[in-house]
């Protein structure tokens, strides 16, 4: 069965400060894996995804597959990066929408 | 903004009455879901559909039901609400491009409450 954990519900950094989500996963094979924000009012909407390998918002993740982890980061955290993150997983063949998601951490970024 | 849109974003409903959420998209995706959010258990996926008249079930489908009779419209059903529905709904859409899925794109959620 695949899985993410997402170890902190709540994270709260200074303005300025490196901040690391974590995401882990267990999945029987090569997963797609995603990471997700939800901003206060707003609908989710894709952060980034491993495959392209891009930085989003000064965001980069990369895909850690001996330690099946797949871990946000950023080296400098804004007021305007508080949200909700979510980590999602899906399975080659199937259909990113059916992800897995992780229950999410809630990211404060104070002044 | 992908084109999906939610309806009610709001609603109230009795206990063991019916309630019905719609979720209408304009992108011609083929695939549609419904998640529901829930503090401590993140998005759950309900059902979803991999085209018109094909459904299937998610993590969490018991007192759930769902019908796609157009490409455009995704319809949830509560057939007799409980209040461990009350719960954040949200719909998604996405696509397949060759070898890799496309990301999901999310409606702005239906907050329903079951009294």
């Known amino acids: 069965a695949q899985r993410v954990t997402q170890p902190e519900k709540l994270l709260s950094v200074f303005k300025g400060a490196p901040v690391e989500l974590k995401c882990n996963y267990s999945y029987s094979g090569s997963p797609e894996l995603f990471w997700y924000v939800q901003y206060s009012r707003q609908r989710l909407q894709l952060l980034l995804r491993h495959i392209s390998r891009e930085s989003i918002k000064g965001f980069t993740a990369d895909l850690n597959k001996g330690e099946t982890s797949f871990h946000l980061k950023k080296p400098f955290a804004q007021e305007e990066d508080s949200a909700m993150y979510y980590c999602?997983?899906?399975?080659?063949?199937?259909?990113?929408?059916?992800?897995?998601f992780g229950d999410g951490t809630t990211l404060t970024v104070k002044p | 903004d992908a084109g999906i849109t939610q309806s009610p974003r709001h609603k109230v409903t009795e206990t063991g009455t019916p309630v019905t959420l719609r979720c209408h998209q304009t992108e011609n995706h083929r695939y549609m879901y419904w998640y529901r959010q829930d503090p401590g258990h993140g998005l759950r996926l309900i059902h979803y559909?991999?085209?018109?008249?094909?459904?299937d079930k998610g993590e969490v489908s018991d007192g759930y039901s769902v019908s796609r009779s157009k490409t455009e419209d995704f319809l949830l059903t509560l057939e007799s609400a409980t209040s461990s529905q009350t719960s954040v709904y949200f719909c998604a859409i996405s696509e397949t491009t060759g070898r890799y899925n496309t990301e999901a794109f999310f409606g702005q959620g239906t907050r329903l409450t079951v009294v």
């Open positions: 999602a997983l899906s399975g080659p063949g199937t259909n990113a929408g059916k992800s897995t």
């Open positions: 559909s991999y085209g018109v008249k094909d459904t």
